[in-house]
């Protein structure tokens, strides 16, 4: 053995980031003169410098050389105990070399981050943040997290509650917002919270954020609340308007076409031509009768007051043509002297949707004022009938403002007619 060497220090506590000196004791037991080289060994050699790095010694002398310890406040030196040697090597002899040795305690620090992601939120009803925890100190540590808002009107949650952390690593919390009373309209509100962060042997972290809470009904909601009631008032006004009157015209023509319907017009006319034809010859009766009695009382009578009262199915049709532009034109049909017409029945037809009117009067009296625009067939029934005295006539006149555009055809007038139905009476 040519040296001996020793600490002066061998139980050595230490907080990352500062420097401790250590003393290192070397003397040449050989006979020689010897060159001794310093090296640590262990785990510690990174942050362990020996100064000098090497020295000469007499045989008999002795020196001190200074071992420094310098740890880095860093999560990758772990709290915990290190052991370290540190190697006197001869020169001469190598074999010979010896190794004083020593424990270092590293001691612990918490260095831990977090960070709120996004750090403003905004919902209607909820919002949703990410809480990213870093750990850069050198020893695990344990998070329980909590919230908290000044004004109490946000619910706050966390999935994990309780997250641990090693050194070096980091984890994700979700982090929920939700308001305790809903917004229904008005401007946004702004609610500030803090999350803390809680954990054994160091301050809590606490982070700021804030969530923005949105009405939920938007500013714009009632605009289109309005554009849609115009909307629906005027497709009220088409249908009422356009649609349902040409829908009724159609179905009244498909009905008018149905045979079913044209053979009980047909039957009802039939029926009517017969009470007539009962009627006279009951009126012929009477008056046969009458003339008898006249013959045996010495009375005679004339021969219009003894002939029969005839009552005769009536019916008529009266067409109508006139020209745009505020064209007119008449028809009528006078009653012949001596009869009255009994109108029971009385049908108007615009076959090609002309705009314009069309008044059907007696007499010259105006019975009906209509708007062509608003109907395609027109019926009208009495149980009591209208009475058309002789030499009065019925008449229809339309005034034409717009030609109707029917399907496949293209009309230059307006074409309306007016049937008449009853039955004519007289003797």
Not at 105 to 127: M, N, V, Y
Request: aromatic share 6%.
């Amino acid at each position: 053995m040519t040296a001996s060497a020793s600490l002066d220090m061998t139980d050595i506590s230490i907080e990352p980031g500062s420097e401790v000196t250590v003393l290192l004791q070397v003397r040449n037991t050989s006979d020689i003169v010897e060159a001794y080289s310093f090296d640590v060994l262990g785990e510690a050699a990174d942050w362990m410098d020996v100064e000098p790095a090497s020295v000469s010694l007499y045989p008999g002398n002795s020196t001190t050389a200074t071992v420094k310890l310098h740890p880095p406040r860093s999560w990758d030196v772990p709290a915990g105990e290190v052991p370290f040697g540190v190697r006197v090597q001869p020169a001469e002899f190598p074999q010979n070399a010896v190794i004083p040795e020593g424990v270092v305690r590293i001691e612990p620090f918490h260095d831990t981050s977090a960070e709120l992601l996004p750090q403003t939120s905004h919902g209607r009803w909820a919002a949703r943040h990410q809480l990213a925890v870093d750990n850069r100190g050198n020893v695990p540590v344990i998070l329980t997290l909590t919230g908290a808002d000044p004004a109490e009107r946000l619910r706050l949650a966390f999935r994990p509650a309780t997250v641990a952390v090693e050194p070096g690593h980091a984890a994700f919390v979700s982090a929920s917002v939700r308001p305790n009373r809903l917004l229904w309209r008005g401007e946004p509100l702004v609610h500030p919270f803090q999350l803390a962060l809680s954990q054994e042997d160091a301050a809590p972290v606490v982070v700021d954020g804030t969530y923005l809470q949105k009405p939920l009904l938007p500013k714009w909601i009632f605009k289109v609340l309005l554009i849609l009631l115009a909307l629906l008032l005027v497709l009220a006004a088409i249908w009422f308007g356009l649609l349902k009157p040409t829908v009724k015209a159609a179905a009244r023509e498909a009905v008018a076409a149905d045979p079913v319907v044209l053979a009980a017009r047909e039957e009802a006319a039939a029926a009517r031509e017969q009470a007539a034809a009962a009627d006279d010859k009951a009126g012929q009766a009477m008056g046969k009768g009458g003339g008898k009695g006249g013959k045996g009382g010495g009375q005679g009578q004339s021969k219009d007051s003894l002939s029969p009262v005839k009552r005769v199915p009536f019916s008529l049709r009266l067409p109508v043509s006139a020209s745009a532009a505020d064209g007119t034109d008449t028809e009528g049909y006078t009653v012949p002297k001596g009869k009255t017409l009994q109108l029971t029945d009385m049908v108007l037809e615009n076959p090609q949707g002309d705009a314009g009117t069309l008044v059907v009067a007696r007499g010259g009296e105006p019975l009906l004022k209509l708007a062509l625009e608003n109907f395609r067939d027109q019926d009208h029934h009495w149980v009591t009938p209208i009475h058309v005295p002789g030499e009065s006539d019925m008449s229809i006149t339309i005034t034409c403002r717009r030609v109707g555009n029917p399907v496949n055809q293209k009309p230059s007038a307006c074409h309306e007619a007016m049937y008449l139905g009853g039955v004519l009476v007289g003797r």
